[in-house]
């Protein structure tokens, strides 16, 4: 990885524990300012831990992480965070545009109503999405990808740098990863950091140019083709199968 | 019978005013509490939650009277005891949350009815638990005008808040909402409400006033906003219908204000040209 002064998230020996169990251990490393970084490990291994922490979410047992030059929670505006699909309720009753102004509501408060400027914002996230022709639809009725693209859409409106993926491509079919990927690869090339939780080894070779391969502990992390060799991937996942992940006690 | 007999004249008394306005103030509450049970999917913890107010409201009958300041303590208290305990329940054992609360109400529920059977007074148990809108007070309606009123506000000042806890809770909290503060304001404006509820709708049957309203609503909204404004409609039709049918066919009001309300269930279930059966059926079967 890039020297730290080019990183803009940092890990120094973090550790992380829920009650006897370690979920991450003594985690150091940097994400570089601008790149896509997938999050790899077994079940188990951290990878949503991770990405809570960087939220400011996770109470760390020991060690720090700093975005940019802040402590996560005073962070907060620069981050996008985007959820599970299955955490969704696709029959809620919201249209596509609905959706996107949520990501305006964090700046809004309790009393000021969306304003031009927001609208605007609102528009081009749509727009460079290509879902401005949907805005008015219920979101159950849209393909996989497109109801990703409507909550990519909704971090793009919050107007951070820094965007959280959980697992984006779990649940889409191939046309839906393919979309996907074609949006981050893009994203990346607009100096926007991606940060994304990801199972499939052969997405992250395809779609993220730097990888961490977790397995509580750190195995490896850089550019994709240097962390994810054969060597590697054998060591973060020779519990897969085996031993249940909640074994992993200390 | 004339369509003044059946529509107006039942108002001529001063009692069937009152009951209307205390039904129709808390069906505009009941309905927009109604939306969020549905879609944060509380409809069966609502259900218990109302069972349980029971005893808090027996306890403060017998130490207080009939001070409806004492009886609105007395269910807030049980109600917000049994969320509690079960929330202790679920964190700390290994028991689920839906078991944890379903234990916890029906102890309630059966203290409460102890309590009542013992009350020395010629109190009617019937009435606690089914509705009687004979009994709504002026003091029971000043009750329903405040917490109708106090719920309207908070749903127009934390709509957003609202919106995005009950839609997506994570994002909520990623964006810095504070969502255990929601889930605990949306737990209060609810056992208020259910006490308000409980002259004329009766402990048991209270929450079919939030309930068929937000159900039938969500049938045919695929707008939030619009889905509130549906529900809340329903609900002060549904109370309109069911004090004249309760007037007329000599019923308890809750009952009749619940069928009144589950026929616009039924017709919503089967008539809505999206989310409805004959749609389904037509389409083929499943959505």
Redesign the interface.
């Known amino acids: 990885m890039p020297p730290p002064d080019q990183n803009i998230i940092t890990f120094r020996g973090v550790t992380v524990r829920y009650g006897r169990l370690t979920a991450l251990r003594d985690i150091t490393l940097g994400i570089p300012c601008g790149s896509s970084t997938a999050v790899l490990g077994r079940n188990g291994a951290g990878k949503s831990t991770l990405l809570r922490a960087v939220l400011g979410w996770q109470r760390l047992h020991a060690g720090e992480i700093r975005v940019g030059d802040a402590h996560p929670h005073h962070a907060r505006p620069r981050m996008a965070y985007v959820p599970q699909r299955h955490s969704i309720d696709w029959d809620f009753p919201i249209t596509v545009r609905g959706v996107v102004e949520q990501g305006r509501y964090p700046s809004l408060g309790l009393f000021r109503g969306m304003g031009r400027a927001d609208h605007e914002r609102v528009d081009r996230a749509m727009e460079e999405l290509g879902i401005s022709g949907l805005a008015g639809r219920q979101i159950r009725r849209l393909s996989g990808g497109q109801q990703q693209r409507v909550f990519l859409a909704r971090a793009l409106a919050q107007g951070g740098d820094i965007f959280l993926l959980d697992e984006p491509f779990a649940g889409l079919d191939l046309a839906g990863s393919e979309e996907l990927a074609h949006i981050l690869r893009g994203w990346e090339e607009q100096g926007r950091t991606v940060m994304a939780a990801v199972h499939d080894v052969a997405i992250a070779r395809r779609c993220f140019a730097h990888a961490i391969l977790l397995d509580t502990g750190l195995v490896a992390a850089g550019p994709t083709a240097e962390v994810l060799t054969a060597a590697n991937i054998d060591l973060a996942y020779r519990q897969a199968g085996g031993v249940p992940a909640e074994a992993t006690l200390r | 019978m004339s369509l003044h007999d059946l529509l107006v004249a039942p108002f001529g008394y001063e009692f069937m005013r009152r009951g209307l306005l205390a039904a129709m103030l808390l069906g505009v509450s009941g309905g927009l509490l109604g939306c969020v049970l549905v879609?944060r999917r509380l409809a069966l913890m609502g259900d218990a939650l109302s069972h349980s107010l029971l005893p808090g409201v027996a306890a403060a009958w017998l130490l207080f009277g009939t001070s409806t300041v004492a009886l609105f303590l007395g269910g807030l208290i049980a109600g917000l005891l049994t969320a509690l305990g079960s929330a202790l329940l679920s964190r700390l054992t290994r028991v689920k949350e839906d078991a944890a609360f379903g234990s916890l109400f029906i102890v309630f529920f059966a203290a409460g009815v102890a309590l009542i059977s013992k009350l020395p007074t010629r109190l009617n148990l019937s009435d606690f638990l089914f509705g009687n809108v004979l009994g709504v007070g002026a003091a029971d309606l000043r009750l329903a005008m405040a917490v109708s009123g106090c719920t309207v506000a908070v749903f127009l000042?934390?709509h957003?808040s609202i919106?995005?806890e009950?839609?997506?809770p994570?994002?909520h909290?990623?964006?810095?909402?504070r969502g255990g503060l929601v889930h605990f304001g949306f737990l209060t404006l609810t056992v208020l409400n259910l006490v308000a509820a409980m002259q004329t709708m009766g402990i048991v049957l209270a929450l079919g006033l939030f309930l068929l309203p937000a159900v039938s609503a969500?049938l045919w909204?695929?707008?939030?906003a619009?889905?509130l404004l549906l529900s809340v409609g329903v609900a002060a039709a549904g109370s309109f219908a069911g004090i004249l049918l309760s007037y007329h066919a000599g019923l308890a009001s809750g009952a009749a204000i619940v069928l009144c309300l589950g026929a616009a269930l039924l017709g919503s279930a089967l008539l809505s040209p999206r989310h409805g059966i004959i749609a389904a059926l037509r389409r083929g079967g499943a959505r």
């Open positions: 879609l000042v934390f957003r919106l995005l009950t839609f997506d994570v994002f909290r990623a964006t810095g909402g969500y909204c695929d707008r939030l619009s889905m």
